[in-house]
Every structure is written in C-alpha cells, then in structure tokens.
C-alpha cells in the first residue's frame, strides 16, 4: 500500500482537496444534477498535475536516486531484445 507521505504529499492538503470535490459534488447533485465520469477524471488529474514533483522531490530529499538505471535487473533482457 502507498500512503500519501511516501509521495511526499501533504495529508492535509490532500484532505481539503477532496473534501472540497466532495462539496463541490453534493452542490451539482442538490441542484438535481448528477457528476459525471469526466468531472472525477478531471479533478483527479488536476491533483496529478498538482503534485507531480512530490515523490522525486521527497526521494531527493531522502538522498534517494530516481531513476538509477544500473540497478535495473532487466537492462540486458532489454538491449538483447532491440
């Protein structure tokens, strides 16, 4: 399981995004309308975009490599492939 703080995002910050969606859904659906897929996909990419620089920024900060691709275990499979 992933939590939040292993992508170095703000639990509460998370939390008021959505409790601020799910505000936003209960007003559409008082209004006798209904959310649709697309509304969730675009929020949910909204919060991607958001925090797309957290997990490198976190690992950084943690001295961790991103991307090292001298421990990939698959390299030479994927050079005998090409």
């Known amino acids: 399981m992933i939590y939040l703080f292993d992508l170095g995002i703000n639990a509460a910050q998370a939390q008021a995004e959505v409790f ?32 797309a620089s957290c997990p490198a920024e976190f690992a950084n900060s943690r001295g961790f490599d991103v991307y090292d691709p001298l421990s990939l275990t698959n390299v030479p499979q994927l050079e005998a492939a090409e």
């Not at 969606?21 to 949910?44: C, D, F, R, V």
């Open 20 to 51: 601020g969606y799910l505000q936003w859904e209960n007003k559409i659906i008082s209004e006798g309308k209904a959310p649709t897929h697309a509304n969730t996909m675009q929020w949910l990419e909204a919060c991607a975009d958001k925090w």
